[in-house]
């Protein structure tokens, strides 16, 4: 079974052919660094790492670039009030960002452009555009003119009055079209600008990516992500711009992946609701792993909910994954030969299905408990943790793990799998009271489960 990835352009589920077998390229826009990023950023970058790590066990290269958008009017902003250079800002949340990255367990992407380090490139692009008709010169500003596309909205799949409104267009005289966008715009004294041939000025948000693109990947890239939210106006105008610097058919990108949001307890996140979750203080509050995850459980294109009960499953699962790994360290195991031919990456080659490439996980660990066969035993640890290593997760030692869940007194992670056990057998024999009475035995020493398809699984309370 080949990659098969849902593409935005389309609507539809394709299977996935890069223009060149050798070396997949992909770009995926990255955080404006004027703050730290939400825990709805996290989510992002986890699932476009999941999708690097997934193409580089298929192709023998892959080049993924992940921006920063280091100037931009929020910068500006944050700057001034604190009376700094904009790199001040900009250094100190691409560092938060990256330290970030790490602690979620992403892989460093191929390349890492910045949009200051490529201001000649941007003005580069601007004037191929103005040259080709596709953009004109208006007191200081260059100006994308949407009319020259007659596809323009295709990606978005949004009608005129829909694009008005999306963009927020202020009508400005110096536009043709009220919905043409700002490729460069003119810089004050006291703003960060650079020479160019419309005057002293700054690029706009959209240009900058199609030129790095066109830099560093080439014209048509095979793998354009980021959020639903980017899918209007960025999304659509720097495929406007792609499309309209070349001759070339289908050029840009010819799979756009786009990743669904991040809801708090059923709630859209939201500084005014008092439920904005700031990803670093996550991070200092719970385990790494668990984090990653959680953000990991939810199918890419569907909105995640976070929530406690995600953190206890997620918690739970791990807690099986580090017992496995403490009493198993006796234990022989073959390498995998293929790991793509395991059926939980086979979920995953299904437009990145996790929450059914975890369903198989969890019945891994399932039968891992339930056999007595040492050598059934010793298969099923090595495609366990072949899976854990790819997914980059249950990389600590186990009496780490668990010193770091457990304090002194709490119920052990054996004792709960043997009452688990108990109360599996008082169900069978209909023993509905017993079975309750284990329970609530285990909610009283701050052990939660829960009864799924894919067995009981547990956590402690936070």
């Known amino acids: 079974m080949s990659l098969v990835l849902q593409n935005s352009m389309t609507g539809k589920k394709e299977a996935f052919s890069p223009l060149d077998a050798e070396q997949v390229t992909m770009y995926v826009c990255g955080p404006t660094v004027y703050n730290y990023i939400h825990i709805g950023n996290g989510r992002s970058a986890v699932v476009y790492d999941l999708l690097f790590r997934t193409l580089q066990q ?14 931009d009017d929020k910068i500006n902003a944050a700057a001034a ?46 004037n191929t555009l103005i040259e080709r008709g596709h953009a004109y010169a208006a ?3 260059a100006l994308f003119a949407v009319d020259s596309l007659a596809d323009y909205g295709k990606l978005s799949k949004r009608n005129t009055d ?10 400005a005289n110096y536009k043709r079209n009220p919905m043409d966008f700002v490729l460069w715009k003119p810089s004050t004294d006291d703003q960060p600008g650079w020479p160019s041939p419309w005057g002293r000025g700054r690029p706009g948000w959209h240009i900058e990516c199609t030129a790095m693109i066109h830099k560093h990947l080439g014209e048509t890239i095979d793998i354009h992500g980021g959020g639903t939210d980017l899918l209007f106006p960025h999304h659509e105008n720097e495929l406007a711009q ?41 991070l200092a509050q719970q385990p790494h792993e668990l984090v990653r995850v959680a953000l990991l459980s939810a199918h890419y294109r569907s909105n995640m909910n976070w929530s406690e009960q995600l953190l206890h499953q997620s918690r739970s699962l791990l807690d099986r994954l580090y017992t496995i790994k403490r009493d198993s360290a006796e234990l022989g195991s073959a390498p995998i030969a293929d790991l793509m031919a395991l059926p939980f990456m086979q979920m995953l080659l299904d437009d990145l299905n996790t929450p059914k490439a ?10 891992f408990f339930k056999t007595d066969d040492l050598g059934e035993r010793a298969q099923l640890k090595a495609e366990i943790f072949a899976i854990t290593d790819f997914l980059n997760i249950a990389q600590l030692d186990a009496d780490t793990w668990f010193q770091g869940q457990t304090a002194e007194g709490d119920i052990s992670a054996e004792q709960v799998e043997a009452l688990i056990a108990a109360r599996q057998t008082a169900k069978k024999q209909r023993d509905f009271a017993g079975a309750d009475a284990i329970r609530a035995q285990l909610a009283d020493r701050g052990v939660l489960i829960n009864d799924t398809r894919e067995g009981t699984l547990w956590s402690r309370e936070s």
Request: aromatic share 8%.
């Open 139 to 141: 007191e200081g500003h």
């Open 162 to 171: 829909d694009m008005i409104a999306g963009a927020r267009v202020d009508i």
């Open 242 to 282: 792609g499309v309209c610097c070349t001759d070339q058919p289908g050029a840009y990108a010819r799979y756009w992946v786009h990743n669904a949001m991040l809801d708090i307890e059923g709630e859209k996140m939201s500084k005014s609701l008092g439920n904005f979750i700031v990803l670093r203080d996550l």
């Open 358 to 367: 975890f369903a198989v996980l969890h019945e891994l660990t399932n039968r």
């Open 58 to 71: 298929l192709y023998p290269k892959v080049v993924y670039a992940r921006n920063f958008t280091d100037v």
């Open 81 to 126: 009030a604190q009376g700094v250079d904009i790199s001040v800002i900009t250094e100190r949340f691409i560092s938060a960002y990256d330290e970030d990255m790490v602690a979620l367990g992403n892989l460093v992407p191929t390349i890492v452009p910045k949009a200051t380090e490529h201001i000649s490139e941007i003005i580069t692009t601007i």
